[in-house]
T-cell receptor, first 113, second 111 residues
Framework: KAGVTQTPRYLIKTRGQQVTLSCSPISGHRSVSWYQQTPGQGLQFLFEYFSETQRNKGNFPGRFSGRQFSNSRSEMNVSTLELGDSALYLC????????????FGQGTRLTVV | GQQVMQIPQYQHVQEGEDFTTYCNSSTTLSNIQWYKQRPGGHPVFLIQLVKSGEVKKQKRLTFQFGEAKKNSSLHITATQTTDVGTYFCAGPSNYGQNFVFGPGTRLSVLP
């Protein structure tokens, strides 16, 4: 079956702009989690969506938001971009049951200049 | 809050040497998972351990879950250049989010 698809793969934005990233999970998976990965901070949890509802949220400012559609595809939005938002953004797909393995997408590399 | 720590942060080994990374959780885990991320790639699931004291092997990789279910280890025997990457452990959060990841151990293998 097809894996987790993230688009776009690379993105360059200017400070102050906003950006939307997309994630299509594995067919049948209802949970999509988003992570920010930077060299110094590792994998930082942003939020998780399950059946169109945000189920969990990490410690990120309100500039980071997301949503999930009825087909389980998810989008993540970052408004008023800052230089520190430059990172690899990964989404992970799972069935949503606690403790089940996560399947990661290739990620979107966001560079803010 | 719940924390998952890993040591060492970095490890450089000569090809053929063994390698071990340790994972410690501040809370008891119902299970623990290990992921590998190659340079430039994304994390890929390796294995899940569930039982106290469980040991699982995948070829040259040996995974162990502590008796108290608060720590785990990954041991690689006779490393190869294909083992290069960052190894993460992850456990279910006590606060609702699906996974809490450790900071990872970056392994370099010198040929």
């Amino acid at each position: 079956k097809a894996g987790v698809t993230q688009t776009p793969r690379y993105l360059i934005k200017t400070r102050g702009q906003q950006v939307t990233l997309s994630c299509s999970p594995i067919s049948g998976h209802r949970s999509v989690s988003w992570y920010q990965q930077t060299p110094g901070q590792g994998l930082q949890f942003l939020f998780e969506y399950f059946s169109e509802t945000q189920r969990n949220k990490g410690n990120f400012p309100g500039r980071f938001s997301g949503r999930q559609f009825s087909n389980s595809r998810s989008e993540m939005n970052v408004s008023t971009l800052e230089l520190g938002d430059s990172a690899l953004y990964l989404c992970a797909s799972s069935t949503g049951q606690l403790g089940t393995e996560a399947f990661f997408g290739q990620g979107t590399r966001l560079t803010v200049v | 809050g719940q924390q998952v720590m890993q040591i060492p942060q970095y490890q450089h080994v000569q090809e053929g040497e063994d390698f071990t990374t340790y994972c410690n959780s501040s809370t008891t885990l119902s299970n623990i998972q290990w992921y590998k991320q190659r340079p430039g790639g994304h994390p890929v699931f390796l294995i899940q351990l569930v039982k106290s004291g469980e040991v699982k092997k995948q070829k040259r990789l040996t995974f162990q879950f502590g008796e108290a279910k608060k720590n785990s280890s990954l041991h690689i025997t006779a490393t190869q250049t294909t083992d290069v990457g960052t190894y993460f452990c992850a456990g279910p959060s006590n606060y609702g989010q699906n996974f809490v990841f450790g900071p990872g151990t970056r392994l370099s293998v010198l040929p």
